[in-house]
């Protein structure tokens, strides 16, 4: 009886030559793994092989045993075992994780360590069938998605399951017919563990119920992973087509709209909520200017026909290159520039004029820097932006409303004044005439 087939190793992507590190807890599920992965070393279809154990600082002395016993098969196979122990339950304490967690953190951290340093491939898993089932299960009361309804995959990364293609039973009637011995985690019977608890009482009422409800559960994930691949394909087309555009991505299907916003999130970030991804997709359709908060203090801000996550404002202050002519849409309002031959001086607060020969470099639109200074028009001497606010009383929103800026600072404060350095004179050859309109999400027309 063999556990591990052709096309389970086609599954997987082994092609005969990689290191394997195998998670090796002398429990069934890796015992076998362990046992079928140095057939095929000793076959020459697999390269070197090395066995992992982990102990979590649980269970004491019946940890013991387990590493006692890990070590005697290891050196009946001749194969190399390294351990690493770890104090899971006050890791736990200390980051707040649960013990499980905890304990799948700490584990899968000591495995990418050993692979790393020992220069191996893979890392191998002895997760089966019946785990996939369970898995589904669980994600399924969880309310989640269909990412979570597919389940594990053969391979994923650097992580393979060779026996995800075999059931509980077949694992055990495999050691059985070998007559090898393993060791049983007492703490699998524990009642106060969700997966414990479906694995004992959830999963034996499926069975009653039909006894392939493992093997069923299992080929519909299969289903459901086809499907969510041909669903992520088509999110990247959408993606590549809108090119960016709030309007393309609102137009998508309700399916491939919430997809478009979980593919963007996770560019950014992988902490994020289902609430957060709703959000996200609700900013295609609202009007420019409009923010939403995300988890891990960041932010989606609606800007003319972009979509822009980040850090909170407070983080990350807003900033954007101007283009004269072209209308420049911020969350806090509108700029319109242009050049002209007069200016029309006095003017509105929301309005100024400034010699464009005099500005240095690129102009921009950003929100005030520490130690921004400037010397405000008529002045002799430059002061600090935050004191000239201070100043003039400006309120928290105006003092967060982007400036016009050179590379040399501050040139127009929109509700103020323009540096001294760019004020028109009677030499000015190029006029520019600058118009700052509050309230961005009036003009959402003129998104670009």
């Known amino acids: ?38 057939r095929l070393r000793e076959e020459g279809s697999l390269g070197p ?17 387990d590493l006692d016993f890990c070590r005697s098969l290891c050196l009946r196979l001749r194969l190399p075992l390294f351990s690493e122990s770890a104090d899971v339950p006050a890791f736990a304490q200390r980051e707040g994780l649960s013990l499980e967690t905890a304990a799948r953190q700490l584990r899968y951290a000591f495995l ?31 309310g989640s998605g269909m990412a979570g309804l597919t389940g594990m995959s053969h391979r994923s990364g650097d992580l393979v399951r060779p026996l995800l293609d075999a059931g509980r039973s077949d694992i055990l009637a495999y050691l059985a017919q070998r007559r090898q011995p393993y060791r049983q985690d007492s703490t699998n019977f524990s009642l106060d563990h969700s997966r414990n608890r479906l694995r004992q009482e959830g999963m034996a009422v499926l069975s009653a119920i039909n006894p392939q409800a493992a093997v069923h559960i299992a080929r519909c994930a299969d289903k459901l992973r086809a ?26 299907p309700p399916v491939l709209k919430n ?24 900013l295609f359709s609202l009007p420019s200017g409009r923010v939403v908060p995300l988890r891990g203090n960041l932010t989606a801000r609606a800007d003319g026909d972009r979509v822009c996550i980040g850090p909170a404002e407070e983080e990350a202050p807003f900033s954007r290159a101007l283009t004269i002519g072209e209308p420049a849409i911020t969350p806090w309002g509108v700029y319109r520039t242009e050049w002209v031959k007069t200016a029309r001086i006095p003017c509105p607060a929301h309005e100024g004029y400034l010699d464009g020969d005099q500005a240095v470099g690129q102009l921009t639109l950003r929100q005030a820097r520490a130690g921004d200074r400037f010397t405000p028009l008529g002045m002799a001497g430059s002061k600090l932006l935050s004191d000239y606010y201070t100043d003039r009383k400006m309120t928290r929103s105006a003092r967060r409303t982007p400036v016009v800026a050179d590379e040399a600072g501050p040139v127009f404060i929109p509700g103020g004044t323009v540096a001294d350095r760019v004020k028109i004179q009677d030499e000015t050859k190029r006029i520019l005439h600058i118009i700052f ?4 999400e009036n003009h959402e027309e003129l998104g670009h």
Not at 16 to 24: K, L, M, P, Q, T
Not at 437 to 440: D, H, R, T
């Open 1 to 38: 009886m063999l556990l591990l087939k052709e096309r389970t190793l086609t599954a997987c992507r082994l092609n005969g030559r990689e290191a394997v590190v195998c998670a090796f807890s002398g429990g069934p599920d890796s015992t076998a793994l362990l046992l079928e992965l140095n």
């Open 49 to 65: 092989l090395y066995a992992a154990h982990f102990e979590h600082g649980i269970r004491g002395p019946e940890a013991r045993a």
């Open 112 to 142: 990418r360590r050993l692979k790393e340093a020992l220069g191996a491939d893979v890392i191998a898993l002895g997760h089966h069938r019946d785990d996939q089932a369970e898995s589904v299960l669980l994600h399924l009361v969880r």
């Open 227 to 252: 499907e969510d691949r041909f669903l992520d394909d088509l999110t990247r087309e959408a993606l590549a087509q809108a090119r960016g555009s709030r309007r393309a991505l609102a137009a998508l």
């Open 259 to 282: 997809r478009a916003a979980l593919a963007l999130l996770k560019q950014v970030t992988q902490d994020f909520t289902e609430a957060d991804v709703d959000r996200l997709a609700e």
């Open 437 to 440: 309109e509050k309230g961005a």
